[in-house]
């Protein structure tokens, strides 16, 4: 069993920033591979970004390419989501997930295992 919990979230403005932690739980954390989705009242679960075990790769959605970043701290058990030059469309609950039974990065929600219960960020214009 794993456990995964994010923290980080709040009320910005538009152009401002936020970092999101998520904490795993588990021996193996730096075998998962993590990732990020949210999820907008309303409208279906969104991929954000995901990162392999050692943080060399990553990846992220189009939607936030050069404004997002992903990254781990393997000795911390926690993987990291910086988000800088927010807009009000980033307005959202965001989610940690880690994807125990494989190595490859995926955006399908369905291949991730253990879920952290999200984080709100509200971005204001």
């Known amino acids: 069993q794993v456990h995964v919990v994010e923290s980080g979230g709040g009320l910005v403005q538009a152009g401002g920033s936020l970092r999101l932690s998520c904490a795993a739980s588990g021996r193996t954390f730096s075998n998962y591979v993590m990732g990020w989705f949210r999820q907008a009242p309303g409208k279906e679960r969104e991929f954000v970004a995901t990162?392999?075990?050692?943080?060399?790769?990553?990846l992220s959605a189009d939607s936030v390419k050069g404004r997002f970043t992903i990254s781990r701290d393997n000795a911390k058990n926690t993987v990291y989501l910086q988000m800088n030059s927010l807009k009000p469309e980033d307005t959202a609950v965001y989610s940690c997930?880690?994807?125990?039974?494989?190595?490859?990065?995926?955006?399908?929600?369905?291949?991730?295992?253990?879920w952290g219960q999200g984080t709100q960020v509200t971005v204001t214009s």
């Open positions: 990162i392999n075990w050692s943080g060399a790769r990553t």
């Open positions: 997930a880690a994807r125990t039974g494989g190595v490859a990065l995926t955006t399908r929600p369905n291949e991730y295992d253990y």
